[in-house]
């Protein structure tokens, strides 16, 4: 059995890689086991030189890593550079944080001594998607390594180059051999990875359909499981928004990987008193984005990473539109071997509408307007979806109470695009998922939390 990469910029091969066969994953997550039963024994010191190392192997590698990109899903060379950047930061992050956040804790009880320890699990499963094929692994990979786990990695299809490549920086940076593996595995043999006595845990990164699967097959052998998962994050702007940096800001969260984000900006509720003048200015700014080859500097939007999932989106538009949508912009496939979409606007989107109660993966923005506040909140947790959301207000305040209290969301900003960052949990609810990654409590997840009392 074979996978293939192919350029979504024009539809070519770029090459053909061999699967491994059932054994040949049994044997490598075998391989990893063993590897791991002496890196859990290893000092802290010595995985923190370890990620410094890998995080200097990322940064020498930056440009060939992003062109990397550029050919197997699209991503234009320039945020594919800083996806390479965030990569050597988490590295570093956990290289500088991961003992004192798996340090003892002291707890007071009538025991002579009572404290929590944080232990590691032993092989840790990654099920990672090709929207950010370096980054999605590395939130896992580093506190993975820094907590003393070893991890196996079944990356998308469509990037099976990118996967290869980071088992070869892992190795290249110094770390023990097999403790970090790439399983050139299709979906199907999946189930038999998390069944593999081997595993430890699982995380997953993709869709919602996608984390269900992995959750019932986790569960059924009484396995962790953490799911970072689909997203339609609302954006609202409120009638003393400044308008110009929340078109701005709504603008480039929409358009990030050619609005192939589990946190871009996807709804747009726009108090009515605004929505005139927020959409004009949208409009603007989303026209003067420029569309191209993703491995020229100049290109801000590249095509969608394969052509299967442009034509979902584009029956996704049509499909609202034909309930009452209307294009503003955009909404058109280009000719030829490509994956192409252009960045588009709906207005007049209403519930019943895919653009309003589905995930637009994809440079698609869908403005709603509601009549308030109380309205615009409303719609903005009238969804399946839970990943993030933005606030736009010049009442700070107002806008922090209205993040923390009212929104249904894993992340909350005001007057910013959501974004995920080393040092803050990142992580959904309701169908986005469950558990968190980054931060303290990304490195928690996959440790036995053990109680020692000692009378």
Request: glycine residues 8%; aromatic residues 6%; contains cysteine.
């Amino acid at each position: 059995m074979s996978i293939k990469s192919v350029n979504p910029a024009n539809g070519q091969v770029v090459k053909i890689y061999k699967t491994h066969t059932d054994e040949q994953v049994a044997d490598r997550i075998k391989q990893t086991h063993d590897a791991w039963l002496k890196w859990r024994k290893s000092d802290s010191s010595l995985r923190a030189n370890l990620l410094r190392k890998l995080a200097e192997v990322l940064n020498k590698r930056k440009s060939e890593l992003a062109e990397l990109m550029a050919v197997e899903m699209g991503k234009p060379v320039k945020q594919g550079a800083s996806e390479i950047e965030k990569c050597a930061t988490v590295c570093e992050y956990y290289a500088d944080n991961a003992a004192k956040f798996l340090k003892e804790q002291l707890i007071e009880t009538e025991a002579q001594k009572s404290y929590v320890t944080f232990n590691p699990l032993g092989v840790v499963l990654a099920v990672m998607p090709w929207n950010f094929p370096f980054w999605q692994v590395f939130r896992f990979l580093a506190p993975a390594l820094a907590a003393g786990n070893c991890g196996v990695l079944k990356h998308a299809s469509n990037v099976p180059g990118c996967a290869l490549v980071i088992e070869d920086m892992v190795r290249e940076a110094g770390f023990p051999d097999n403790v970090f593996q790439t399983l050139l595995a299709v979906n199907t043999q999946v189930d038999a990875i998390i069944e593999n006595e081997h595993i430890k845990a699982v995380t997953l990164t993709g869709s919602t359909n996608a984390g269900i699967k992995v959750a019932q097959k986790a569960g059924s052998v009484l396995k962790k499981s953490v799911l970072e998962l689909g997203g339609s994050d609302a954006y609202i702007i409120l009638e003393d928004a400044d308008l110009e940096l929340a078109a701005s800001t709504c603008t480039d969260s929409r358009l990030i990987n050619s609005g192939q984000s589990c946190i871009a900006a996807k709804r747009f509720i726009v108090v009515e008193s605004v929505a005139d003048k927020f959409t004009a200015l949208m409009l603007k700014k989303m026209e003067s984005k420029r569309v191209g080859d993703p491995l020229k500097q100049e290109t801000e939007v590249g095509p969608q990473a394969r052509v299967d999932l442009r034509n979902e989106l584009h029956e996704q538009v049509q499909k609202s539109v034909a309930a009452g949508a209307k294009c503003i912009l955009g909404g058109t496939v280009p000719e030829g071997e490509n994956a192409f979409y252009p960045p588009t606007i709906l207005t007049n989107v209403k519930k019943g509408m895919p653009a309003y109660d589905e995930e637009l993966f994809g440079p698609v923005a869908a403005i709603i307007v509601a009549k308030d506040e109380a309205e615009a909140i409303d719609i903005a947790n009238d969804s399946v979806f839970g990943l993030g959301g933005a606030i736009f207000t010049q009442d700070v305040k107002r806008g922090e109470h209205l993040a923390a209290n009212n929104l249904e969301a894993g992340s909350c900003f005001v007057n910013s695009l959501v974004k995920s960052d080393p040092r803050l949990p990142f992580g959904g609810i309701k169908q986005s998922g469950y558990g968190r990654e980054l931060g303290m409590f990304g490195i928690h997840e996959f440790v036995n939390i053990k109680t020692v009392y000692i009378k």
